[in-house]
């Protein structure tokens, strides 16, 4: 297993880091303020998934790195999880990856294992000669309890878990331009099938510093039957089709449904509009 970063003094924060949460940012701080250069050892695709399990993910490998580096991390090393990585036993994985790079320090969550059998600890990774930094877990902080929260849709509780608003990233295409007819044309989201999509209804939030409207759902009035996910952008014209946008999820206006009249959807559309203008980023 091949290193892919030249071989100079490190402080290696490792671990899968799916959502970049607040327990996941406390070990890229504490790799940050440990001296060497700052660098971030992740896997992809998640080592659950790589074994057969299924995982709803928080964010994309892409966005992960996005996240590394607005946390001020220098480097990222990404280790593709296959089977045959699972069957490394952990001095294995420390001589192909860690010793390579230059890896002095490491930063880990407390409960952190690795290698065969998850045959690894911290106390080994001391034994092993490197500066060892254990970061305590944040209490009721995980990506499970973010999961749980995004499915009843529960946006300010996620988003105390994560330490900035949850989101829904994807690329936009061609939809059915019947958002446009009704007065509110949307951005619909094509979405990686691996990650969690929170409860259907509709939201208020932002892409960057444009304040949106976001449907999450199957379109009830129209009889639809397939996830949709779509985004009216306010006071925005231009052209996002084939642009990956990150939709920000500040808050659950209400569920989805029917209505009796066209006019009666336009109108609660109209309503969502104002609620967005007045919603507020949740921290």
Do not use: C
């Not at 390579?100 to 952190?112: C, L, M, R, S």
């Amino acid at each position: 297993m091949p290193a892919e970063l030249a071989h100079e003094p490190r402080a290696v924060a490792i671990g899968t880091f799916d959502g970049v949460h607040l327990g996941h940012q406390r070990v890229i701080e504490a790799a940050l303020a440990a001296g060497p250069k700052s660098t971030v050892v992740t896997f992809d695709p998640h080592p659950r998934v790589a074994l057969g399990n299924q995982v709803e993910l928080l964010t994309t490998l892409d966005r992960r790195l996005q996240l590394f580096d607005e946390l001020g991390i220098a480097d990222t090393l990404v280790i593709e999880f296959t089977p045959d990585t699972a069957r490394l036993e952990p001095e294995e994985f420390v001589d192909g990856v860690l010793r390579p790079i230059g890896t002095e320090v490491i930063v880990a969550g407390e409960n952190f294992r690795f290698g065969r059998r998850r045959s690894g600890d911290l106390d080994l990774l001391s034994m092993l000669g490197f500066d060892v930094r254990p970061v305590p877990l944040v209490e009721n902080v995980s990506s499970s309890q973010i999961r749980h929260r995004l499915r009843a849709g529960e946006i300010a509780q996620a988003a105390a878990l994560l330490g900035r608003p949850p989101e829904v990233e994807g690329t936009v295409v061609a939809g059915d331009a019947r958002g446009g007819t009704l007065g509110f044309p949307t951005a619909n989201l094509s979405v990686d099938p691996q990650l969690l999509i929170p409860d259907y209804g509709i939201y208020a939030g932002a892409v960057g510093r444009t304040p949106a409207a976001i449907s999450i759902g199957t379109n009830p009035h129209y009889g639809g039957d397939e996830r949709r996910i779509e985004a009216f952008l306010l006071d925005f014209e231009g052209d996002l089709y084939g642009q990956r946008l990150v939709v920000e999820l500040w808050k659950r206006l209400r569920d989805e449904r029917a209505f009796d009249s066209e006019q009666e959807l336009i109108a609660q559309i109209a309503r969502d509009v104002e609620e967005t203008r007045a919603a507020t980023r949740p921290v």
